[in-house]
């Protein structure tokens, strides 16, 4: 596959171990947070080693609302019963811009109480981005454990999938985020993680030790505090979510994203044939 490099920084030869997703890799080619991954795993592993990380590597991050929700202790025990073993990780603060980079080439369509809701999701305290080696198998690690995290709705959803274990109620709270390919597990080490922390992940995961995750406070169901009625406009439920948001009391904004994303629009409307 050819694609043509962008800057100093060297990209991969062999796109083909990377994505199968037609049109990835000349996306991927150009992407910062993609090459820097690329670049810190050449200068640790080498070209072959950075390959096979990519493989037998997946990623994970346990978002806030699963700490908020109590169901982070659920997910991370389904990760190891279906055989994936945590090979280094760290908590996490992601902020919106954060949110804006992990997901640059799915955001574009959402709605702006998506936006805002996302937002308030990272507001709610750090998550937890884990380095995972799968079970040994042909199919990238990556794939299978994404595969097992199950889709956004949860409409058709396996009863094993992972958001479904995670109590996920809608498209917003899905609790749990993976790279769906070796590509996005180069891109991800630097979504997550600046160049000295992703150093020291990498020769974690490569080390053979196992890790422990770093134990992050799960917060049990509480009597939420008091959230609006649907108003009568749109640009009514908008500002009085961002008013919500702006609240200094995680358990209120918590209490609003839960109540908002199951009342407003996540997905933009399709028109009208």
Aim: hydrophobic share 45%.
């Amino acid at each position: 596959m050819q694609v043509r490099d962008h800057g100093d920084l060297p990209g991969p030869a062999r796109w083909e171990l990377l994505t199968q997703v037609p049109g990835k890799a000349a996306c991927f080619a150009g992407d910062l947070y993609f090459r820097e991954g690329w670049a810190t795993l050449l200068e640790e592993l080498g070209e072959e080693g950075a390959y096979r990380f990519a493989q037998s590597t997946a990623t994970a991050w346990l978002r806030p609302d699963a700490f908020r929700s109590g169901a982070a202790s659920r997910l991370l025990d389904a990760i190891a019963a279906a055989g994936f073993e945590a090979a280094a990780g760290r908590p996490v603060t992601v902020d919106r811009h954060g949110i804006r980079a992990l997901w640059a080439y799915e955001l574009g369509g959402a709605t702006a109480e998506r936006l805002m809701l996302l937002d308030g999701v990272v507001s709610l305290g750090p998550g937890l981005f884990i380095l995972y080696r799968g079970p040994a198998a042909p199919i990238p690690a990556a794939a299978r454990l994404t595969d097992l995290k199950g889709p956004n709705v949860p409409e058709g959803r396996p009863a094993s999938s992972l958001r479904t274990v995670a109590g996920s109620p809608n498209r917003l709270l899905t609790m749990i985020h993976t790279g769906s390919d070796p590509a996005d597990v180069v891109r991800e080490l630097a979504v997550f993680a600046e160049h000295a922390d992703r150093v020291a992940l990498i020769r974690a995961a490569v080390s053979g030790e196992p890790w422990h995750p770093v134990p992050l406070p799960q917060h049990q169901p509480q009597p939420s505090p008091a959230v609006p009625r649907p108003l009568a406009s749109r640009e009514a439920e908008r500002a009085a979510l961002r008013e919500a948001l702006a609240s200094p009391d995680p358990a209120h904004r918590w209490a609003a994203i839960t109540e908002y994303a199951a009342r407003v629009p996540l997905q933009p409307r399709k028109p009208r044939s």
